[in-house]
């Protein structure tokens, strides 16, 4: 069967999508067509990120919005709606990460990233619910392996991203008979973005050891991730709702682990 992954006449909104991974999904989506809105904190980056995705499509809508503002998300959507109508594909993706002991970490900390990741995405998705589209919404919520693999340094991420899974499964069974399809991507480490950068990069040599790991002997790339979140959102993956899908170069969750507690060691 031909894959055809048009979105024209489709509504995409991304959360956290001005920059990194976020912003190649809104990319992906721009260049099949797609109207998409991105929202994000700052002013100048959704102003960039707007920018750059209008190379691709003349249908491009920014947002100012913290996820973790339950009203500024809902206003975010308001305008995303008043621009192109009814969303069928929304993106959750905006987190927060640090590397920390758990025993050094401030409750104020944990607290940040529980509120981002965790809290955000519920904020997302509730104040987008009355606007998926019915039938044929896909959301799409960005989790992280440290959801199911325990590592030092990430109490906080490990435990909001665990909640982001089991909310998407939750939320599965509650929307999915409204014809509205949720789930999950789990990148593993993806070159050349924050998160890698953050955690996985602080030095050559960790990041060396860090790719040696991965089956695939190779990171993954932003295109790895968007090239899951088109399929996802496609009439393709029509049956799929309630999964949380890693995409990590096979096992890389596991392996990538000794690089991260490295990292934590060096950096906490
Ligand atoms: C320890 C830290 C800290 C750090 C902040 N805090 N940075 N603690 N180490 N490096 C603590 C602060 O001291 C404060 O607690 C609390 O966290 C809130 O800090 P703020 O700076 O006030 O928070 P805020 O301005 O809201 O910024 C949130 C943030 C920031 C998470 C701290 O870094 C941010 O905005 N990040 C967004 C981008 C990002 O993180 N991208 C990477 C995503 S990667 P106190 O007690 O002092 O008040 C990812 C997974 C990758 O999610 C997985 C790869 C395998
Ligand atoms: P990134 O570049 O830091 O992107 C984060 C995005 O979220 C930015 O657009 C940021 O813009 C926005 N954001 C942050 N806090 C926000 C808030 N409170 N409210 C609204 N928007 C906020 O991150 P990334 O590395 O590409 O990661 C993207 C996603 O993939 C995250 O969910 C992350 O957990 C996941 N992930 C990444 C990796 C990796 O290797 N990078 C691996 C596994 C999972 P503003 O600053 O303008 O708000």
Redesign the pocket.
Known sequence: MEIALSFKDRHVVVFGGTS?INLGIAQAFARQDAAVTVVSRKEANVAAAVALLRESSTRIHGAMADVRDFEAVGQAIVSACAQFGPIDVLVSGA??????AAS??????FK??ID??LVGTFNVMRQAYGQLRRPGASVINIT???AVVAMRYQAH?SAAKAGIDQLTRALALEWGEEGIRINAIS???IEG????R???AATPAQETSAREHVPLKRFGTIEDIANLALFLASEHAGYISGAVIPCDGGGATES?KPA?EAAGRLLA
Do not use: H, K, W, Y
């Not at 973005?193 to 890698?196: I, S």
């Open positions: 990194g987190a927060g990460n640090f590397l920390q050094r970490m401030s409750p104020n900390g940040t990233v981002i990741d992280a392996p440290q991420a990148p593993g480490p973005t924050e998160g890698f953050r955690l996985l990538v991260l």
